[in-house]
Nanobody, 120 residues
Framework: QVHLVESGGGLVQAGGSLRLSCAAS????????LGWYRQAPGKSREMVAA???????KYADSVKGRFTISRDNAKNTVDLQMDNLKPEDTAVYYC??????????????WGQGTQVTVSS
């Protein structure tokens, strides 16, 4: 099982940008889809973006046009570029393989995640 570690979170003003990175302990090339998820205080965890082995991507409506997911099978990383951030993007962000779009059930356990805080 591949172990994933998230990094890159921080505090940013509304309208700003952050780039999150997810580094895998092994090869991700055989994983069909890798996703970024987030959990805001008092809310359920949700999937925000997925990157497929085919090269396709998918986004939640709330981040479409602002977030860009990319996977690098050679570097075993999955990044999330977040632009035009809004206070409602404040959450802990996690990466994990994707079972099915919208299904928030991890493969193995969740990592520690990385905190993103957007101030208004």
């Amino acid at each position: 099982q591949v172990h994933l570690v998230e990094s890159g979170g921080g505090l940013v003003q509304a309208g700003g940008s952050l780039r999150l990175s997810c580094a895998a302990s092994g090869s991700i090339s055989s994983i069909n889809a890798l996703g970024w998820y987030r959990q805001a205080p008092g809310k359920s965890r949700e999937m925000v973006a997925a990157a497929y082995r085919s090269g396709g991507t998918k986004y939640a409506d709330s981040v479409k046009g602002r977030f860009t997911i990319s996977r690098d099978n050679a570097k075993n990383t999955v990044d999330l570029q977040m632009d035009n951030l809004k206070p409602e993007d404040t959450a802990v962000y996690y990466c994990n393989p994707v079972r099915q779009w919208g299904v928030v059930i991890p493969f193995g356990s969740w990592g520690q995640g990385t905190q993103v805080t957007v101030s208004s």
